[in-house]
């Protein structure tokens, strides 16, 4: 199989896009259309469980895609990956051998694969540089989870050593926005809150209870940009290195919280539950690799994306 070197003309391309029904893939979806994109494929996951090989095999021997965005994963907050490290792990892994093995099979021309920022050691130096993703085990709460999606960046950069196969990977950092999942048993922090704080305040309740002590920091990247970071790189990005995707600016708990308790005209306390984990201290990428690379900067201020979200929210729950 030649390796791409010329780029990908996505209006030309047939183009699978696994998870396309999720919160990203959805997105991701409407950014491939608005470039010109005519043949897409979402498949559902009840249409095709792709952690299960034959499934897997048939669904890209039967579409023949140019070109894989492969978006679909098992996940969810600390909770969930602390209820269900295994499934994580083996679902993850399986989902993503499968496909990856198929693209092989049948000669998809281009594989993007989204990583997760879970991937990264506990204490990697800050900001996070892809060369540090190998020194150091991830965060516990999370770690099945983030080293089943590292596991893929090595099965992409051997088969593109042996086969010669054009598989790339991305590792976008905590995503949020429209379309996002607000179940509080399987919802990231940015959807949890909202969601906590909205109810507590139709309810007159005169406190909301988060997890942790509110001292660690995360990152968050609009899911439309990640959405454009991610067809950029289909297009355009043809390395076998990792690239991180995000905004390159982090916000702490504390201040998360209090922003969205005002943002959804929440008036009461916020009391932190110390005996919950905090997760990894601090997350913030170096996100210099994606705008040499490929010409990728995020342009959604925080501020903005999550008064859109909370429309969003408020218009669908």
């Known amino acids: 199989m030649a390796e791409d070197t010329m780029g990908t003309d996505i209006r030309a391309s047939k183009v699978l896009v696994t998870g396309g029904s999720g919160f990203l893939g959805c997105h991701v979806a409407l950014e491939l259309r608005k470039r010109g994109a005519t043949t897409i494929f979402c498949p559902r996951s009840a249409e095709a469980d792709l952690t299960d090989a034959r499934t897997a095999d048939a669904l890209i021997a039967t579409t023949q895609p140019d070109l894989i965005l492969h978006l679909a994963a098992k996940v969810g907050g600390i909770g969930a990956n602390q209820r269900h490290p295994g499934t994580f792990f083996r679902d993850n892994m399986a989902m993503g051998l499968n496909v990856l093995e198929a693209a092989r099979k049948h000669g998809t021309a281009k594989v993007v694969v989204a990583g997760t920022i879970c991937a990264y050691p506990k204490f990697a130096p800050v900001p996070f540089r892809e060369d540090d993703l190998w020194n150091g085990y991830p965060e516990e709460t999370n770690a099945p989870y983030g080293v089943a999606k590292k596991a893929l960046l090595v099965m992409a950069q051997a088969y593109r050593q042996e086969f010669g196969c054009n598989f790339v990977m991305l590792f976008p950092v905590n995503l949020y926005g429209p379309h996002d999942n607000f179940d509080l048993e399987t919802s990231h922090v940015i959807p949890a809150m909202i969601r906590k704080f909205d109810e507590a ?117």
């Open 201 to 317: 305040r139709r309810a007159g309740e005169k406190k909301v209870v988060l997890w942790g002590d509110g001292s660690p920091s995360r990152e968050f990247l609009f899911v439309e940009d990640c959405a454009r970071g991610l067809v950029d790189a289909a297009e355009r990005y043809d390395d076998p290195d990792p690239v991180n995707l995000g905004s390159g600016r982090d916000i702490t708990m504390r201040e998360l919280a209090t922003l969205i308790g005002n943002k959804v005209g929440f008036v009461g306390d916020i009391e932190w539950d110390t005996t919950r984990p905090n997760g990894q201290p601090r997350r913030l990428l170096d996100v210099s690799r994606a705008r040499e690379r490929f010409g990728f900067e995020a342009t959604t201020p925080l501020d903005s994306g999550l008064d859109r979200t909370i429309e969003w929210f408020r218009a669908h729950h």
